[in-house]
């Protein structure tokens, strides 16, 4: 046998279904909010700055963590963002990096490879070292 009703058992489930969707939905603004705000207000954040703008002039991205600069001196520098170890390069005129741990040193238009610390990786000099 076959009843017809006149459809109140689906009209209470579709609002059934939309009181639990607005639940879920507000708790999860909640909770949210909850985890931005205590993200912005920690109380044991610090910041500071790796490279101080009043120190440096001309500061550009290297490669990774690696970000060139150069002192007010005019000296080149080097500084790992992720360990703050900075190397300073008083005998070259600039430096590029070129692949890992291996850079491109410029002195008087002369090029050559050096390592992170500044030694020369051979004696060869090269004039031009992109062509």
Not at 27 to 53: A, C, G
Not at 90 to 114: G, H, Q, T, W
């Amino acid at each position: 046998m076959i009843i017809r009703t006149e459809g109140k058992e689906r009209h209470n489930y579709l609002l059934n279904r939309k009181k639990i969707s607005l639940l879920i939905f507000a708790l999860f603004l909640i909770f949210s909010s909850t985890m931005v705000s205590n993200l912005i207000n920690k109380t044991n954040t610090q910041w500071e700055w790796v490279i101080k703008p009043s120190l440096y002039k001309d500061i550009s991205f290297l490669e990774g963590n690696l970000f060139k600069f150069y002192k007010n001196s005019g000296e080149v520098c080097i500084i790992d963002a992720s360990t703050k170890d900075i190397y300073e390069y008083p005998l070259f005129d600039d430096i590029y990096f070129d692949r890992e741990n291996v850079f491109i040193a410029n002195k008087n238009s002369s090029f050559f490879y050096v390592d992170k610390s500044g030694n020369k990786l051979s004696d060869k000099t090269y004039e031009n070292i992109y062509s």
